[in-house]
């Protein structure tokens, strides 16, 4: 089992800037890519950004992109996403997830990640 746990949300006004962490622990031995999802009230959960195990390989939605940067930590472990230039628009549930099939490239697909979790809030006002 893998555990990973969310944090870095929050209020912020539009055009200001929040950094998202994930640190996952468990039964992490194995390469793994991580990826960042967002739900917004009443859509469907879409893909954010996300990363391969060696940080060399990264893709983001066409929302996102100039605006949010994806990361890995030191000790893989833990992703981070780095969000700015916020817009109301972004306001979700934001959550992490490992996908154990896929560690050398990104998975976009929900369904090929095997570990979520719980979400973070971020709120946008405008």
């Known amino acids: 089992q893998v555990q990973l746990v969310e944090s870095g949300g929050g209020l912020v006004q539009a055009g200001g800037s929040l950094r998202l962490s994930c640190a996952a622990s468990?039964?992490?031995?194995?390469?793994?890519?991580m990826g960042w999802f967002r739900q917004a009230p009443g859509k469907e959960r879409e893909f954010v950004a996300g990363?391969?195990?060696?940080?060399?390989?990264?893709h983001y939605a066409d929302f996102v992109k100039g605006r949010f940067t994806v990361s890995r930590g030191d000790t893989k472990n833990t992703a981070y996403l780095e969000m700015t230039n916020l817009k109301p628009e972004d306001t979700a549930v934001y959550y992490c997830?490992?996908?154990?099939?896929?560690?050398?490239?990104?998975?976009?697909?929900?369904?090929?990640?095997?570990?979520w979790g719980q979400g973070t809030q971020v709120t946008v006002s405008s």
């Open positions: 997830a490992a996908a154990f099939g896929v560690s050398q490239s990104v998975m976009v697909a929900d369904f090929g990640y095997d570990y």
């Open positions: 468990g039964r992490t031995s194995s390469p793994y890519g």
């Open positions: 990363i391969s195990w060696s940080g060399d390989n990264t």
